[in-house]
């Protein structure tokens, strides 16, 4: 069992305003002391401001995406560094909307999660298969190609600072969830795949579950064994039904 961490995934959601609001709304519903990871990614724009807002709370804050290079003539793209100087602790890695509407491959993926890890933040690597793949009954083999891809070149003095998302494609942005057994079956390999590479310190690692989680289903997976935590898309935009969610988290 790994610690738990519940992120909002805004995607391309808001403005800096929105995003300020947003934030503000969430601290009032949140108490001082959290037990568990709470962790907002906002749009690269809206950064400054949630850091504003949110530098000294028990929220944390990441950026959806980085480059894997920490400077360079890359127009559009931002680095490690540069949102590690907005105080970012986490970067999203292989979304899969990274992985199927921008194209990125596992070594691209290999390489945000080393750029990641070398500036000091925690990547939250993201896995996960097509429904086709599930239907085709590959489904663990996609993962686990994604997580070596991703991890080969990791050292287990890492293990604590890597957070992995199961999220299977299907399910995101959908309405239809995993099935939770499907969801824990899943969350269970995974960790007994990390433990097989990192050892002890493998099994520790965040396993999250993401797609379609919502106020209504977050108990049914924020209360399995293996899963410690939730990335959440859509039900995420609104502070008071994240907060909902977040609070399924708490140990019972
Ligand atoms: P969803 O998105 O909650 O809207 O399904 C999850 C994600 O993309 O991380």
Redesign the pocket.
């Known amino acids: 069992m790994g610690r738990t961490v519940v992120a909002a995934?805004w995607?391309m959601h808001k403005t800096a305003g929105e995003a300020r609001t947003y934030v503000e709304k969430l601290l009032e519903l949140v108490p001082s002391r959290l037990e568990f990871e709470l962790i907002v990614f906002p749009s690269a724009t809206a950064l400054y401001v949630v850091a504003q807002v949110l530098r000294g709370s028990p929220i944390a804050w990441g950026a959806q995406n980085a480059h894997w290079e920490t400077q360079g003539a890359y127009t559009g793209e931002i680095s490690v560094n540069q949102v590690a100087d907005l105080g970012a602790a986490y970067v999203l890695c292989g979304?899969?909307?990274r992985r199927h509407l921008f194209g990125e491959d596992d070594a691209t993926v290999a390489a945000k999660v080393r750029s990641v890890l070398a500036g000091g933040l925690v990547p939250v690597l993201c896995v996960g298969e097509t429904l086709e793949q599930r239907r085709g009954g590959d489904a663990w083999d996609v993962v686990t190609a994604q997580l070596s891809a991703a991890l080969k070149d990791i050292g287990p003095d890492a293990a604590d600072r890597l957070v992995v998302a199961y999220?299977p494609v299907w399910?995101?942005?959908?309405g239809v969830a995993a099935q939770p057994e499907d969801a824990q079956s899943m969350a269970h390999d995974i960790r007994s795949w990390l433990t097989e590479l990192f050892g002890s310190e493998g099994a520790e690692i965040p396993v999250q579950y993401?797609?379609?989680?919502k106020p209504n289903n977050a108990d049914a997976f924020l209360q399995l064994p293996d899963v410690d935590g939730a990335?959440?898309?859509?039900?995420s935009l609104d502070p008071k039904e994240f907060w909902t969610i977040a609070c399924s988290a708490v140990p019972r």
């Open positions: 995934n995607k979304h899969s909307e999220e399910a995101i942005g959908t993401g797609g379609s989680v990335l959440v898309g859509g039900a």
